[in-house]
């Protein structure tokens, strides 16, 4: 128990510091290499989700996960 | 008979010159102030009219005579996040207000008036004739990409023929994004995210056409950024590819195609554009990416 809660304390930080690296301190813009920035957001979140206190709330976690790379790859694809 | 077909020969060949002697040329770069650099999540032709929406909430109606106007979205909540923009045959503005969530916009007061829950989610929102024509979330390998629905029968479903879903790759990437241009009476250009062809189609019927890029190179994600049908078999293309001046990927390369007779024109575009906002058979308008309104003509 106490493993997992030092992995939470450590992981979860670097997590969030990769997330910021990585995603949304870019600029909007798509820029080349933009949807293998949503897929890595994409795993990050994931990477999060499931960390939740419980089922219910990892699987809703996951299925926004989904959403936001949904919306990520449109703003690159269709978005101008 | 040598003179008949000297002059068999020399008739063809100033009939192919002077097809090969037309070119296209900017003729006007206007810069109107309204214009917003956010992003664009939908364009809708209508009539009169080219209208932008932007992630802002910011739609813009750039009239066909270059005046340009802009009103904000009203009447959208926070968790609201308008994506596409069609106009049908009755001059009706429609976008997704959320995936599953269509919306109409009065398009006097940019007031959002109506909401149509369709429980299913839908990705993407274009417009052919009095239908809208959309792409659902998870579409599958091996049919279909695009239905086509009135607006508020949303069950009232057709399939669109002509994107055919891939099998393999990434199911939510850019191989399946299904994207559309500006249409043509009933027939609909469209093409997946990262493809090098596109179809036009009226939904029945389809054909799929090689986008003319052999002579660049194209941005790998989003080799076609637009395309304006003129005619069943004519059109405008906007290719997409780095602009080094930006540092960015962007349309740089705008082509005109006639297949009937063939004429395959292009001019390198500075700036580069974001978006074809209108197009006949001899004149283009495209928003640049500072912002200003480029008129590409065809001359003689």
């Not at chain 2, 010159?17 to 003729?27: D, K, M, P, S, W």
């Not at chain 2, 990409?145 to 891939?166: C, E, F, N, Q």
């Not at chain 2, 640049?288 to 309104?293: A, I, N, R, Y």
Request: charged share 20%.
């Amino acid at each position: 128990m106490k493993s997992i809660r030092t992995f939470r304390s450590v992981a979860l930080p670097v997590v969030f510091l990769l997330a910021l690296l990585v995603g949304d301190s870019r600029p909007a813009v798509a820029e080349d290499g933009e949807l293998q920035r949503c897929q890595s957001r994409r795993l990050v979140c994931y990477f999060h989700a499931q960390f939740k206190d419980d089922a219910l709330s990892a699987m809703l976690a996951f299925f926004e996960c989904d959403y936001e790379h949904l919306n990520c790859v449109r703003r690159h694809i269709v978005g101008r | 008979m040598q003179i008949a077909l000297f002059s068999v020969t020399l008739f063809l060949s100033l009939a192919i010159g002077r097809v090969n002697a037309a070119e296209l040329r900017v003729t006007n770069v206007a810069r109107p102030a309204a214009i917003p650099a956010a992003m664009i999540v939908g364009r809708a032709v209508c009539s009169d009219s080219t209208w932008l929406l932007t992630d802002s909430h910011q739609l813009t109606e750039v009239r066909n005579d270059g005046q340009v106007s802009q009103r904000a979205v009203t009447g959208v909540t926070a968790t609201d996040r308008l994506w596409g923009l069609a106009c049908l045959s009755d001059g009706t503005l429609w976008t997704m207000v959320e995936f599953q969530t269509l919306g109409r916009i009065d398009n006097r007061t940019g007031r959002l008036q109506e909401r149509i829950d369709l429980h299913v989610d839908r990705m993407t929102l274009y417009a052919v004739g009095d239908r809208l024509l959309y792409q659902t979330r998870r579409p599958v390998p091996g049919l279909a990409a695009l239905m086509t629905s009135p607006a508020r029968r949303p069950y009232a479903i057709k399939t669109w023929a002509g994107l055919v879903v891939p099998r393999g790759g990434n199911p939510d990437g850019s191989t399946r994004m299904a994207v559309c241009g500006i249409a043509v009476d009933a027939l609909a250009p469209c093409w997946f995210g990262s493809a090098r062809q596109f179809t036009i189609s009226d939904g029945m019927v389809s054909r799929t056409i090689d986008a003319p890029l052999q002579s660049m190179s194209a941005d790998g994600e989003t080799p076609i950024r637009d395309v304006a049908l003129t005619s069943s078999t004519a059109y405008w293309l906007l290719a997409g590819g780095r602009d080094g001046e930006r540092g960015r990927t962007s349309g740089v390369r705008l082509f005109r195609v006639r297949e009937n007779p063939s004429q395959n024109l292009f001019i390198d575009l500075k700036p580069s554009a974001r978006i074809i906002l209108s197009a006949s058979d001899t004149r283009c308008v495209l928003l640049t990416v500072d912002g200003g309104l480029m008129e590409v003509v065809v001359t003689p």
